[in-house]
């Protein structure tokens, strides 16, 4: 089954996410809207804590319940309700049709087990006839795949036995080792050198075009972004605070937030001696400003940005901004 070309191969709606310490709660995610279509690459970013990470697990239901507490009003793949399935039916979806490539490989592979075990083993769980031999020599060819040279060897290898890079490599490797419709990368290149990163962003284009994968990219990094993306998806204080096509988004943001984001960045085309930060810190989620959130941060902020939150306003229909004055951008 593969979703329709007018029906949106992820589709989640109004997603909230809210963790419960001793002294507060902290609501991680506010009425986040995200929808992803066959085939096309989404990057969300913003900076640490703006919720992307916890987005991301909600769609897979790998966040434990309590302390986190997940709301949303559609939370749908291929047009099938995740929030109701089983944890059985949830396994046929992690790793088999949904892939995740998780932010730091070595707490995210088992350390007692070797990289062929634990690639195979995602093999054999979805499997119709289990073959442990066939599983094995599917783990050859994907290390193979993804560069790891003298596969057959290393693939006995243990993830401490494995640099930063290669177990990257084989996070990768187990994301599409089924054939995936969605591919979810949480911050694939970071503690990676630059050299490193290249490697992992080209074997992340060539497993997308291998696999005619969708993918998630999460990222604060926006040079990623530029190279890899289609669609961009803004956070700030888990709630999407612009979306737009990559060219538009670079050309023309229109939230503060992105334009603080875009001016944080190092330019080729510029000569100056210093970067332009966004001032301030990101708020505490556990006590929001009201109004904008971002407005203790914003050049433009006004007596409405500190009172009413604003929408997330549709610019035209795919594009949005949740800023009272995105027109000013324009």
């Not at 009425?31 to 804590?49: K, R, T």
């Amino acid at each position: 089954m593969t979703a329709s070309p007018h029906t949106p191969l992820l589709r989640i709606e109004n997603l909230s996410v809210d963790f419960r310490t001793d002294d507060a709660v902290v609501h991680a995610v506010d009425g986040v809207d995200l929808e992803v279509d066959a085939g096309e690459i989404v990057a969300v970013v913003g900076e640490s804590g703006s919720g992307k990470t916890v987005t991301a697990m909600s769609v897979l239901r790998l966040l434990r319940e309590p302390p986190a507490r997940v709301s949303a009003r559609t939370l749908a793949f291929r047009g099938q309700d995740l929030r109701g399935l089983s944890p059985r039916a949830l396994r046929a979806i992690r790793g088999g049709p949904v892939g995740m490539i998780f932010q730091d490989p070595m707490t995210a592979l088992n350390p007692v087990l070797s990289i062929g075990d634990q690639i195979a083993e995602t093999v054999l769980l979805h499997q119709r006839k289990p073959d442990r031999k066939a599983a094995r020599a599917r783990a050859v060819e994907l290390l193979g795949l993804v560069g790891v040279p003298d596969a057959a060897q290393r693939v006995k290898q243990y993830p401490h036995e494995f640099s930063g890079g290669m177990r990257q490599r084989a996070m990768i490797a187990m994301a599409i080792a089924n054939d995936p419709d969605l591919i979810i990368a949480d911050e694939p290149t970071t503690a990676l050198d630059v050299t490193i990163q290249a490697q992992v962003l080209q074997l992340l284009q060539k497993a997308q075009r291998e696999t005619g994968a969708a993918t998630i990219l999460i990222t604060h990094d926006l040079g990623i972004v530029a190279e890899l993306a289609d669609r961009v998806v803004v956070m700030y204080a888990g709630r999407v605070v612009e979306t737009a096509g990559v060219v538009e988004l670079f050309a023309k943001p229109r939230h503060p937030y992105t334009l603080g984001l875009l001016a944080s960045l190092p330019r080729m085309d510029t000569e100056t001696d210093r970067l332009d930060p966004i001032p301030g810190n990101p708020p505490n989620m556990a006590a929001p400003p009201p109004g904008c959130p971002f407005h203790p941060r914003c050049a433009l902020a006004r007596d409405v940005c500190r009172t009413d939150r604003p929408p997330l306003f549709e610019i035209s229909p795919d594009r949005r901004s949740a800023c009272h004055f995105h027109e000013e951008l324009a």
